[in-house]
């Protein structure tokens, strides 16, 4: 691949900010998918890995470049996996952070502390264009528990509720260092820059 422009199929600042330190080494310049569109496709995939190739062909497709996206959430041992590809619209579309943390306690409201097992997932996927026959698709997750109230103010989404078991602290009390070495994303990100170095 040659070392140009990609795009990333996300409009989080955040987000882009991680992945192009991560990319920085090998020359590629990351810009978000807004540049081009504001449409967002609908994700209609199953798994993670399925709806990280449906935003990664769609931005390839709007962009005409190599695009990568990631699609990640929360699994819950107790919940048979749940939420799941759900995560960001666990207690409805228009759900925010603290309605899925809420409903997820509530989920969890009879469950002890030792079956309370959890692993965040990410997937990254890259097409070099939009019908790419071989992406490649990398994949992180991040074991811990989930603790019966939120702590800290770090982080988004489940982190408050997320607990590393090394650390004992949750996801939301980590720095960004520590969040990135230990998470799921950090992982996703490592297998990814393994697979383009062997490339």
Not at 32 to 46: F, K, L, R
Not at 67 to 75: E, F, K, R, V
Not at 124 to 140: C, K, Q, T
């Amino acid at each position: 691949m040659s070392k140009d422009v990609w795009v990333l199929a996300s409009g989080n600042r955040g987000k882009l900010a991680e992945l192009q330190h991560a990319l920085a080494p090998l020359g590629h310049e990351l810009k978000p998918i807004s540049d081009w569109t504001d449409h967002s496709p609908e994700e209609t995939g199953d798994t993670f890995e399925a709806n990280a190739l449906i935003k990664a062909r769609h931005a390839a497709a709007r962009s005409g470049l190599p695009s990568l996206a990631d699609d990640s959430g929360l699994a819950v041992d107790a919940l048979n996996g749940a939420p799941g590809v759900y995560s960001a619209r666990y207690a409805g579309d228009q759900a925010s952070d603290a309605d899925n943390n809420r409903k997820l306690l509530a989920a969890l409201a009879d469950v002890p502390p030792e079956q309370r097992g959890a692993r965040f997932v990410c997937v990254i996927a890259l097409v070099r264009s939009a019908d790419d026959p071989s992406p490649l698709i990398a994949r992180g997750e991040w074991k811990g528990h989930i603790a019966d109230q939120p702590s800290g103010d770090g982080g988004f989404g489940y982190d408050p509720l997320f607990v590393d078991p090394q650390l004992q602290r949750s996801a939301a009390q980590l720095s960004r260092e520590d969040k990135l070495a230990r998470s799921h994303r950090g992982q996703a990100i490592a297998d990814l820059l393994r697979q383009l170095s062997a490339a």
